[in-house]
């Protein structure tokens, strides 16, 4: 199994930037995809971003040319640099994991998840 623990949330005034990392545990990291998910009050959750083991990325319409996912797989860790950011990113931002390479974007392909990390963008 894996293993997630998010990091990095805090507060932030819009327009300004915030960097998030997961780090993974439990299983080879380099063959796992990884996800970044958010949730508002009140609203669903959403895609964000996806970085497959091969490091291709996907990134939702929302936060296209404002968030970067990256890996760093000799430290077993996702990241999640957020800038520009506004008031509708605040949000718990999520990790996830798919051990089995999914092609789908859908929070229901991840199979392990972290506890979340809270974004808030103030203005």
């Known amino acids: 199994q894996v293993q997630l623990v998010e990091s990095g949330g805090g507060l932030v005034q819009t327009g300004g930037s915030l960097s998030l990392s997961c780090a993974v545990s439990g299983r080879t990291f380099s063959s796992v995809r990884m996800g970044w998910f958010r949730q508002a009050p009140g609203k669903e959750r959403e895609f964000v971003a996806l970085?497959?083991?091969?490091?291709?990325?996907y990134y939702a319409d929302s936060v296209k040319g404002r968030f970067t996912i990256s890996r760093d797989n000799a430290k077993n860790t996702v990241y999640l640099k957020m800038n520009n950011l506004k008031p509708e990113d605040t949000a718990v931002y999520y990790c996830?994991?798919?051990?089995?390479?999914?092609?789908?974007?859908?929070?229901?392909?991840?199979?392990?998840w972290g506890k979340g990390t809270l974004v808030t963008v103030s203005s």
């Open positions: 970085i497959s083991r091969n490091g291709g990325t």
């Open positions: 996830a994991a798919d051990v089995h390479d999914s092609s789908s974007l859908s929070a229901d392909a991840m199979e392990y």
